[in-house]
């Protein structure tokens, strides 16, 4: 009971840490490069138009670019979760994010967590993530063999359903 005290005394004494510079650009690195890469577009602007006209009108191609921009989006989000949920270490550095892919039911979302953070903190904190990323559910799996690495399921869609099965909404 003294040692669950002392924690969330640290948890509540704990402020969360700043990124580095190094952090911030690598975090916004797709914000920074599109004017980057527009500007370089824009001197040719007869396939720009063609990309442009080809996501407007393929289905396909419209869903992969809403998918990627909803990854984009939604990593700055889980982020913003983990502070508020408090799943920091004694440092106050939140999880990694690794990896975000567009997925029939939401996205998949790869998490590194640091030294100090576990996969229990992110089940504990799942409901403040997924009202920060404005969705309706949150599942964590955590890797069967590597503790560090944790799958996070982000539903988006209103019929729930992940791989064939129903999760609770």
């Given at each position: 009971?003294?040692?669950?005290?002392?924690?969330?005394?640290?948890?509540?004494?704990?402020?969360?840490?700043?990124?580095?510079?190094?952090?911030?650009?690598?975090?916004?690195?797709?914000?920074?490069g599109l004017p980057v890469l527009l500007s370089f577009a824009i001197r040719q602007l007869g396939p720009?138009?063609?990309?442009?006209?080809?996501?407007?009108?393929?289905?396909?191609?419209?869903?992969?670019?809403?998918?990627?921009?909803?990854?984009?989006?939604?990593?700055?989000?889980?982020?913003?979760?983990?502070?508020?949920?408090?799943?920091?270490?004694?440092?106050?550095?939140?999880?990694?994010?690794?990896?975000c892919a567009p997925a029939p039911f939401g996205a998949r979302v790869w998490v590194w967590c640091r030294?100090?953070?576990?996969?229990?903190?992110?089940?504990?904190?799942?409901?403040?993530?997924?009202?920060?990323?404005?969705?309706?559910?949150?599942?964590?799996?955590?890797?069967?063999?590597?503790?560090?690495?944790?799958?996070?399921?982000?539903?988006?869609?209103?019929?729930?359903?992940?791989?064939?099965?129903?999760?609770?909404?």
């Amino acid at each position: 009971m003294n040692r669950r005290l002392l924690d969330e005394l640290n948890r509540a004494t704990t402020p969360t840490a700043r990124p580095n510079p190094l952090v911030v650009l690598w975090r916004w690195r797709y914000e920074i490069g599109l004017p980057v890469l527009l500007s370089f577009a824009i001197r040719q602007l007869g396939p720009v138009v063609l990309l442009f006209a080809a996501v407007l009108l393929w289905p396909p191609a419209r869903s992969e670019v809403w998918g990627r921009i909803r990854c984009v989006v939604l990593a700055h989000r889980i982020r913003v979760g983990c502070v508020e949920a408090y799943v920091v270490n004694r440092r106050g550095k939140i999880p990694i994010v690794l990896w975000c892919a567009p997925a029939p039911f939401g996205a998949r979302v790869w998490v590194w967590c640091r030294a100090g953070t576990t996969p229990d903190q992110l089940e504990a904190g799942r409901q403040v993530i997924a009202a920060a990323c404005w969705v309706s559910e949150v599942v964590v799996l955590p890797h069967p063999r590597h503790g560090h690495r944790v799958l996070l399921e982000v539903v988006c869609n209103r019929y729930g359903v992940i791989q064939g099965r129903e999760v609770g909404i």
